[in-house]
């Protein structure tokens, strides 16, 4: 069987000690489906020195939990790869542009639709009063350019004052309702070509829709109409060499899509929606060994 490498959390970081391993089941299974065997080991082992990656005919980042909470250290990683030529899918230099939402703006620049959104360097009190005027929104997010899991994700309503803010780069968007009513779709691509969609929804109250906050997520026979178009055109627009991606989308107030996030780092692959249990995804490895 061939040997592949997956990055995994920090071992200090015990915050996901419970639940990588899961996860990396899961990614293992599917991998043995094709002859292939999963190999993990911390991406927090390889900073500096790249030796124990170029050994592996292939290096997958899918579990690289934590990153963003170290992200000094992450770009530091992904430098030492990328210049070490790891054969690492995603590209250590997708993986590090991608891990600053800083992209969604390059996206947009290229006629991706995005929230209409307000970047700051440090948010402010005197920033999130002038998005509330700007966006003509009783609602806002805010949220660091740098951030996972809905990481210092905060919600807004007009009047309420700034606490709790995240440090340095921000960024500012108005509320989606329809995040309440119809959620979050998710397009999954592995290889190029789309495996499985799935739709995740917030419970009663909340705003946030990852399953630590009680997130529910439904597999979709097919993508919404319009929402396949978006997915194709972000990754038109990234240009990249891309094992896999995960394409997260919401309706905008006038019912158009609007791109939440490209995922490209170590995106949950809901594999348990997946075909026959992620086998596109353990293809689309084989096909690149």
């Known amino acids: ?7 995994t959390p920090d071992p200090a970081d015990a915050s996901y000690a419970g639940q990588w391993p899961g996860v990396l089941e899961r990614l293992s ?13 911390p991406w927090t082992e390889h900073v500096e020195d790249a030796a124990g990656l170029t050994g592996y005919p292939l290096v997958l980042p899918l579990i690289v939990w934590g990153y963003h909470r170290d992200h000094e250290r ?12 790891v054969r690492m899918l995603n590209p250590a230099g ?16 290229k006629g991706v639709a995005i929230p209409e959104t307000v970047w700051v360097e440090g948010v402010t009190q005197a920033d999130v009063d002038a998005a509330f005027d700007r966006f003509g929104s009783e609602v806002i997010i805010v949220k660091p350019r740098v951030s996972g899991g809905a990481w210092k994700t905060l919600r807004l309503s ?6 709790d803010a995240p440090e340095g780069p921000a960024m500012i968007q108005p509320y989606l309702p329809s995040i309440e009513t119809e959620g ?12 499985h969609v799935v739709n995740k929804r917030p419970v009663a109250g909340e705003f946030r829709i990852q399953v630590q906050f009680g997130g529910q997520y439904v597999a979709l026979a097919e993508p919404p109409a319009g929402a396949l178009a978006l997915a194709e055109q972000t990754l038109a627009a990234i240009d990249e060499d891309l094992l896999y991606a995960r394409i997260d989308m919401a309706r905008g107030p006038d019912g158009g899509w609007l ?4 995922e490209l780092i170590e995106p949950d692959f809901y594999l348990g929606s997946a075909p026959e249990g992620g086998k596109r995804f353990a293809e689309a490895v084989k096909a690149r060994l």
Not at 95 to 107: E, Q
Not at 184 to 195: D, I, K, M, V, Y
Not at 259 to 262: D, G
Request: include cysteine; hydrophobic fraction near 50%; glycine fraction near 12%.
């Open 29 to 41: 299974e599917a991998l043995a489906g094709v002859g292939v065997t999963a190999g993990p080991t």
């Open 74 to 85: 992450w770009m530091r990683a992904c430098a030492t790869w990328q210049a070490a030529g």
């Open 94 to 109: 997708v993986i590090a542009w991608n891990s600053d939402k800083a992209y969604l703006g390059r996206l947009a620049d």
């Open 158 to 163: 007009r009047g309420e004052r700034l606490a």
């Open 259 to 262: 791109l939440m996030e490209a």
């Open 184 to 195: 979050e779709t998710s397009l999954l691509f592995f290889g190029g070509r789309l495996s």
């Open 1 to 7: 069987m061939s040997r592949v490498a997956v990055l």
